[in-house]
C-alpha cells in the first residue's frame, strides 16, 4: 500500500465533531488568506486554496471541502474588489474556479469514500480469514484423531495389521467370506 492510501484511510477512518472538521477547515482557509496577503497582487487569489480544498476534504469529507470551497471563493472575490469593480474576466476566473473547485472536493470526497470502504472490506476479509483458519485447525485435529481411532480399531480388528488401515486394502488382504464374518468398524 502507498502511503498517500495509508494516510488517507488513517485520516478519514477518524470520527471528529463538526467543531473540528470546520474550525481547522477554516483555520488553514485563513492561513492560506495570511499567505495570499503576501504574495504579488497580479496572482489569481483562488491558486493558494486549491492545497486546502485538497487536504481539508480528503481529512474531513465533502462538508468541509464545500465550506473550504465557499469560503475561499468569497475571499478570493474580495481581492478581486480591492482594486475596484469585479470585470468579466474575474467572474470568469471565479466560475472555472468553482468548477474545478467543485470536481476536487466530489474527487476527493469519492476517493474517501473509497479507502474507508476498502478499509472495511480488508478487516471483514482478515476477520474471516481468521475463522477459515480456525476451522481448518479444528478439521485437521478431528481429523487425526479420527484416524487414531480407526488404526485403534484396525489393531483391535487385526493385531499384526498395519497402523494406517485402509478400507479398501482389506479387500485385497481378506476374501469376502472373511469380511462378512468379521465385526464392522465403527467409525
Excluded at 474556479?97 to 476479509?125: D, F, K, P
Aim: hydrophobic fraction near 50%.
Amino acid at each position: 500500500m502507498s502511503s498517500l492510501h495509508k494516510l488517507i484511510g488513517t485520516v478519514a477512518r477518524r470520527r471528529h465533531s463538526p467543531v473540528t472538521d470546520y474550525g481547522v477547515t477554516l483555520l488553514l482557509v485563513g492561513a492560506m488568506t495570511f499567505v495570499r496577503f503576501l504574495a504579488p497582487a497580479h496572482v489569481a487569489p483562488f491558486l493558494l486554496y486549491i492545497p486546502v480544498l485538497l487536504v481539508v476534504t480528503l481529512a474531513f469529507g465533502w462538508g468541509a471541502g464545500t465550506f473550504a470551497l465557499l469560503l475561499s471563493t468569497l475571499i478570493a472575490a474580495w481581492f478581486y474588489t480591492r482594486d475596484g469593480m469585479l470585470g468579466s474576466v474575474d467572474v470568469a476566473l471565479l466560475c472555472q474556479y468553482v468548477t474545478v473547485g467543485a470536481t476536487m472536493v466530489w474527487i476527493c470526497h469519492a476517493l474517501r469514500r473509497s479507502v474507508v470502504q476498502n478499509e472495511a472490506t480488508l478487516e471483514r476479509l482478515n476477520a474471516a480469514n481468521h475463522i477459515l483458519v480456525d476451522r481448518e485447525t479444528a478439521l485437521t485435529d478431528a481429523n487425526a484423531v479420527a484416524e487414531a481411532a480407526k488404526c485403534q480399531k484396525a489393531l483391535e480388528w487385526d493385531p499384526g495389521s498395519a497402523c494406517n488401515w485402509d478400507p479398501f486394502a482389506s479387500w485385497v488382504r481378506y476374501g469376502a467370506a472373511e469380511l462378512i464374518r468379521r465385526p464392522a468398524l465403527a467409525s
